[in-house]
């Protein structure tokens, strides 16, 4: 079992930055794959980022490669996802999500068992 809690969404200005944090507690914190997930005013809930459990493995959203870099530090039990050149359709509650490592990179909110509560970023034009 393992409770996140995501921090560091604000209003900010198209092209601007943001960096969003996910806390998780528990002693296991580096057994388990992380992923960064969105879901924009009337639309689905949608993959943005995943790392895995050791760091070593990343997968980006084709929408937000290049800008955005998701990272972790295990000793501090926390997750982090940083957005640069942010556009209005980045705008969305942003979520945290946690599943055990296994054998292959999960990007499918399903498969993803904890859930934070979410933070909320709104990029104006």
């Known amino acids: 079992q393992v409770h996140l809690v995501e921090s560091g969404g604000e209003l900010v200005q198209a092209g601007g930055s943001l960096r969003l944090s996910c806390a998780a507690s528990?002693?296991?914190?580096?057994?388990?794959?992380m992923g960064w997930f969105r879901r924009a005013p009337g639309k689905e809930r949608e993959f943005v980022a995943v790392?895995?459990?050791?760091?070593?493995?990343?997968r980006y959203a084709d929408s937000v490669k290049g800008r955005f870099t998701i990272s972790r530090d295990n000793a501090k039990n926390t997750v982090y996802l940083q957005m640069n050149s942010l556009k209005p359709e980045d705008t969305a509650l942003y979520y945290c999500?946690?599943?055990?490592?296994?054998?292959?990179?999960?990007?499918?909110?399903?498969?993803?068992?904890?859930w934070g509560q979410g933070t909320q970023v709104t990029v104006s034009s």
């Open positions: 999500a946690a599943r055990h490592s296994g054998v292959v990179v999960v990007t499918t909110l399903s498969m993803y068992p904890y």
């Open positions: 528990g002693r296991t914190f580096s057994r388990y794959d």
């Open positions: 790392i895995t459990w050791s760091g070593g493995t990343t």
